[in-house]
T-cell receptor, first 112, second 113 residues
Framework: QQQVKQSPQSLIVQKGGISIINCAYENTAFDYFPWYQQFPGKGPALLIAIRPDVSEKKEGRFTISFNKSAKQFSLHIMDSQPGDSATYFC???????????FGAGTTVTVRA | DAMVIQNPRYQVTQFGKPVTLSCSQTLNHNVMYWYQQKSSQAPKLLFHYYDKDFNNEADTPDNFQSRRPNTSFCFLDIRSPGLGDAAMYLCATKGAGGSNEQFFGPGTRLTVL
């Protein structure tokens, strides 16, 4: 059973535009919500993460918005660049079992 | 630089011929994970170690085994690879402290002929 649902499956954005990826979860025990970025032929790398006690976290052009009551969180990529073209995975973590559960992934293509 | 290293990066094996993939880490992390990732899919957790404690996912086939002889090394053994086992295999680590970040290796691409 998938612990987190991610959408869209893919998106295309023009250089300078905003990319938005959404994730939704059910289990309120999750207490850590990371986003991983993966380039073709590489392992995933942590991009940005948030805990449920804050509603937003920003690192450079990347922002996580977190809505605890709706059990949703999203990744916003501002001023998208061709180098941001990658697959993005949201994930959820419950601290007691040391396991991440990944969303299905979103392939982002930034056109120059 | 501290890192997670996987060898080989590309592995070709024949149907039914056992294969071993290796992972090493210089991060001195307690937890090590093996994931299987097929094309256009999310990483799927196969098993993980917390120190020497082995934790198998319920849906991991018996064909997949793992060994962790020490903190730094972890191996994935596929006893009788089938065509459906062709995938990227990712090793990851995590420290036991407050950070929940998992550090991934570059992966081993397994081809089964």
């Amino acid at each position: 059973q998938q612990q987190v649902k991610q959408s869209p499956q893919s998106l295309i954005v023009q250089k300078g535009g905003i990319s938005i990826i959404n994730c939704a979860y059910e289990n309120t025990a999750f207490d850590y919500f990371p986003w991983y970025q993966q380039f073709p032929g590489k392992g995933p790398a942590l991009l940005i993460a948030i805990r449920p006690d804050v509603s937003e976290k920003k690192e450079g052009r990347f922002t996580i918005s977190f809505n605890k009551s709706a059990k949703q969180f999203s990744l916003h990529i501002m001023d998208s660049q061709p180098g941001d073209s990658a697959t993005y995975f949201c994930a959820v973590w419950a601290g007691n079992d040391y396991k991440l559960s990944f969303g299905a992934g979103t392939t982002v293509t930034v056109r120059a | 630089d501290a890192m997670v290293i996987q060898n080989p990066r590309y592995q070709v094996t024949q149907f039914g011929k056992p294969v071993t993939l290796s992972c090493s880490q210089t991060l001195n992390h307690n937890v090590m994970y093996w994931y299987q990732q097929k094309s256009s899919q999310a990483p799927k957790l196969l098993f993980h170690y917390y120190d020497k404690d082995f934790n198998n996912e319920a849906d991991t086939p018996d064909n997949f085994q793992s060994r962790r002889p020490n903190t730094s090394f972890c191996f994935l053994d596929i006893r009788s690879p089938g065509l459906g086992d062709a995938a990227m295999y990712l090793c990851a680590t995590k420290g036991a402290g407050g950070s929940n970040e998992q550090f991934f290796g570059p992966g081993t691409r397994l081809t089964v002929l």
